[in-house]
């Protein structure tokens, strides 16, 4: 994808809003509004880490910290590529989690309509990782390493979520995981 994903979003809105793809339209706004949310946010706490040190810095001198913060000036940053795809990733995870409970209450219709927003979410995604394609890189690492059995679990995670950020669900990296150790692979 050439364009970051919030400029794909605005572009993809104006042709849904045209061809009235109404489901479309609303996620999209809807991915818009968390990625600007999640904007302030990064924003939010940069400018409280910021204040933060120039408390810590000018301690005992109220006036120069009135001064300093009167100064500071924090225009927001965009979101870089990576911080765009968890926060829509995690949007679409909420939709799958939403869809599940709706099943188990059975109500069908609410949990097609959740996973087809995930869809439309997951489309701005990268590709996920299929457990086929996982367990053979897992089953390296946990060789590579010397793991055996459950009790090496924990150690084993922390590598899985940096290995394959982004590319595949915590969840599933767990069970692949703890299929791989317990069978000794």
Do not use: N
Not at 130 to 156: C, F, N, Q, W, Y
Request: net charge negative.
């Amino acid at each position: 994808m050439t364009l970051d994903i919030q400029e794909q979003l605005k572009e993809d809105l104006k042709t849904a809003m045209k061809a009235r793809d109404k489901l479309r339209v609303d996620v999209i706004r809807m991915a818009r509004a968390a990625l600007q949310q999640a904007q302030l946010d990064a924003t939010k706490q940069r400018f409280d880490a910021t204040a933060r040190e120039i408390e810590q810095r000018l301690a005992g001198d109220q006036a120069a910290i009135d001064a300093a913060m009167a100064s500071l000036d924090l225009p927001p940053q965009p979101l870089d590529l990576v911080a765009q795809q968890q926060v829509l990733a995690k949007e679409a995870k909420r939709r799958r989690d939403s869809a599940a409970i709706y099943r188990q209450h059975g109500q069908e219709e609410r949990a097609a309509a959740e996973e087809a927003e995930a869809a439309i979410l997951d489309s701005y995604l990268p590709r996920q990782l299929t457990a086929d394609e996982l367990r053979p890189t897992i089953a390296a690492l946990i060789s590579e390493h010397g793991l055996r059995g459950a009790g090496d679990l924990g150690k084993l995670m922390p590598l899985l979520i940096e290995r394959f950020k982004g590319q595949a669900e915590g969840r599933l990296l767990s069970q692949l995981a703890r299929e791989l150790l317990t069978s000794g692979a």
